[in-house]
């Protein structure tokens, strides 16, 4: 039962380019969601986070939408830089589970080219 | 400020062997967080943790496996009679709280990789 889906395991984009990720959840009862950095060999680094009473936060050169009605939420990443080629990751919690522990999706590996 | 400390960083062992893998949150920290990954899949919720008890272990499978978080010292994952099948990486993450907003969030450690021969 997979509640959180990343359908894309790669994406190539050019330097100065735009990166977008995508996510598609099930559960209706996640109302906070997060993406993660990882490179090889080391723990996940969290990147930006957004709650369910927004459809946007950002932060730098990367910005989190969400779509509550679809189930769907994004990641751009503008300009793109070689050094954001890595694994990321979506994840997400419900506040009524009384936990903060994170459902994540398969991730997708990203490759920015010079 | 250190960040989370997880030793060993590799550990070998063979089949039927116990492996412990320990992890120290970051300094403040008292809600940690155990996490698996299997080769080519994303991280799977094992338990959760304050010290001294276990609030959420739905993600533990129910033999072999168990997690403490004692009053004094790091969290330890403890795999009894290991089988091949638990070769992961296993990642700790900390948070002050429930890790649910941009000044709370869930920090990870290195991870151990477990390799079962």
């Known amino acids: 039962d997979q509640q959180v889906k990343q359908n894309s395991p790669s994406l190539s984009v050019q330097e100065g380019r735009i990166s977008i990720l995508n996510c598609d959840y099930t559960?209706?009862?996640?109302?906070?969601f997060l993406w993660y950095k990882k490179y090889p060999a080391e723990g996940p680094t969290f990147l930006i986070s957004?709650?369910?009473?927004?459809d946007k936060n950002e932060d730098g050169r990367f910005t989190v939408f969400l779509n509550k009605s679809a189930k769907h939420l994004s990641l751009h990443i503008v300009p793109s830089q070689p050094g954001d080629s890595a694994v990321y990751f979506c994840?997400?919690?419900?506040?009524?589970?009384?936990?903060?522990?994170?459902?994540f999706g398969q991730g997708t590996t990203l490759q920015v080219k010079p | 400020n250190a960040g989370v400390m997880q030793n060993p960083r590799h550990l070998v062992r063979r089949r039927g062997q116990e492996a412990r893998l320990r992890c120290s949150p970051m300094?403040?920290?008292?809600?940690v967080y155990w996490y698996r990954q299997l080769p080519e899949e994303g991280l799977k919720f094992m338990v959760y943790?304050?010290?001294?008890?276990?609030?959420?272990e739905s993600g533990m499978p129910k033999e072999r496996f168990s997690a403490e978080f004692p009053k004094e010292g790091p969290s330890i994952l403890r795999i009894q009679q290991v089988v091949r099948g638990d070769s992961a990486a296993y990642f700790c993450?900390?948070?002050?709280?429930?890790?649910?907003?941009?000044?709370?969030?869930?920090?990870f450690g290195p991870g151990t990789r477990l390799t079962v021969l």
């Open positions: 957004i709650s369910s009473i927004k």
């Open positions: 943790l304050q010290k001294e008890n276990i609030i959420d």
């Open positions: 559960n209706s009862m996640f109302d906070y």
């Open positions: 300094k403040g920290h008292s809600h």
């Open positions: 993450a900390s948070s002050l709280d429930l890790g649910r907003s941009s000044t709370d969030t869930q920090y």
């Open positions: 994840a997400a919690s419900a506040g009524s589970s009384n936990t903060g522990k994170l459902i």
